[in-house]
C-alpha cells in the first residue's frame, strides 16, 4: 500500500499546510510509505509534477512522486482535497479519499456539480471540522467518514506576551471577509488595524503578541487556522457566524465574542473592543479554555492519523 497526498503546486496556505502535515505524520507514525503529490493549478492540469515542497514546508521532510502511473493504480490510495476534486478523474484505478478542508471553497470552485461523482467514487471521507461533517452529511447521507482535522504551525503559542505591554491593535485577514470588517475598522478608528498580509510566520507572531484583538468577519470554510494563531498568542477573537464559526466545537470561544450580523451589531462590538482594550488581562484570560483546546491539537491529529491508518490496514 502506498499512499499519495495530493497538494496544488507552489501553493503557501492552510491546506497545502496540512496536506504536508499529513504525509509526515503517517511517515512518523506507521509503517506505510506516505509521498506528497503536486497538482497544477492552470490547464492543462498535470499530476504527478516535478517541483519541491514550498520553503515554509520544508520542515515536514516530506518527499513527492514525479510519475503518474505510481499514483493511478490499484495499490494507491490517495487523498484529495476537495478544491481539487478535477484531479480525481485523472487517476481512475486508484482508491480514493477526499478530505474536506473547506466547504465554502469547494462550493465556490465547482458550484456542487460533481457531487454525484465524488459519492460514486470516494473510498473514504475526512473531515476537518465538523462544519464539513454537517455539510457532507445533508449532501451525502451514510457516506463512510472518519475526522482528521489539523494542528497550527508550532511557532505559534510558545509564550505569552505581558498583557500590560501590549497595544490596542486589532489585527485582521485583509483577504477574507474585508467588506464586512471595513465598517467597523472606520467606526472603530481608535485602534490600530493591522493586516496580517505579506508577512513571514516569525513577523506575524510578532504582531500577535503585540496586540490584543483578532477580528474575522470571513467565511470560515473550515476549521480556520488564523484565529487559532491569535488565540494561541494570547490574542481576544471576535468572529462572525458563518461557516465553521457557527460551530462550538470547531470554534469554542465565549459566545458573547460571536455576532450573527456583524453590521447590524458595530455599536455593540466597538463598545466591546473598548472593554477588552481597557480590562485586557480579564478579557484575555476567558481564553483560556480555547488556547488549552489548541494546545491539544497536535496530540488529537496524531490519534487521527493512526485511526486512519488503521482504517486503510484492515480494507
Known sequence: MNLYIIAPENRVSGGPELA???????????????????????????LAVDIPAPAPYEIYSTTHVTDISMVNNEESI????????????????????????????????????????????TYLH?????????????????????????????????????????HNIALYNPAKGYDDLKPLIEKADWLDW???????????????????IYVDFGEHPGKDRIP??????????????KGSAAFEKDVPIPEQFKFEDPASSLDEID?????????????????????DFIKKE?????????????YLKKQ
Not at 469547494?106 to 460514486?120: A, R
Not at 488565540?231 to 462572525?240: E, K, P, Q, R, Y
Request: charged share 25%.
Open 78 to 121: 490517495v487523498v484529495v482535497p476537495e478544491g481539487l476534486t478535477p484531479s480525481m478523474q485523472m487517476i481512475p484505478r486508484a482508491k480514493k479519499i477526499l478530505w474536506w478542508m473547506s466547504v465554502d471553497n469547494y462550493i465556490k470552485s465547482t458550484y456542487e456539480g460533481n457531487l454525484q461523482y465524488i459519492k460514486e467514487n
Open 20 to 46: 504536508h502535515q499529513l504525509c509526515n505524520a503517517v511517515n512518523h507514525l506507521s509503517d506505510i510509505k506516505a509521498q506528497m503529490c503536486y497538482v497544477t493549478t492552470v490547464k492543462p492540469y498535470r
Open 228 to 241: 487559532r494563531e491569535a488565540a494561541s498568542n494570547g490574542c481576544v477573537v471576535i468572529t462572525n457566524r
Open 298 to 310: 497536535k496530540e488529537e491529529f496524531d490519534k487521527d492519523v493512526i485511526k486512519l491508518v488503521e
Open 194 to 212: 493591522v493586516p496580517l498580509a505579506n508577512m513571514e510566520v516569525e513577523r506575524v507572531v510578532l504582531m500577535m503578541q503585540a496586540g490584543k
Open 126 to 166: 475526512l473531515f476537518q471540522s465538523y462544519y464539513s461533517i454537517d455539510y457532507v452529511n445533508k449532501k451525502m447521507p451514510g457516506v463512510d467518514g472518519l475526522f482528521l482535522s489539523d494542528y497550527i504551525n508550532e511557532a505559534h503559542g510558545k509564550f505569552i506576551y505581558p498583557a500590560e505591554f501590549r
Open 271 to 291: 463598545k466591546l473592543m473598548h472593554k477588552i482594550c481597557d480590562n485586557f488581562k480579564d478579557y484575555q484570560d476567558m481564553f483560556a479554555g480555547y488556547r
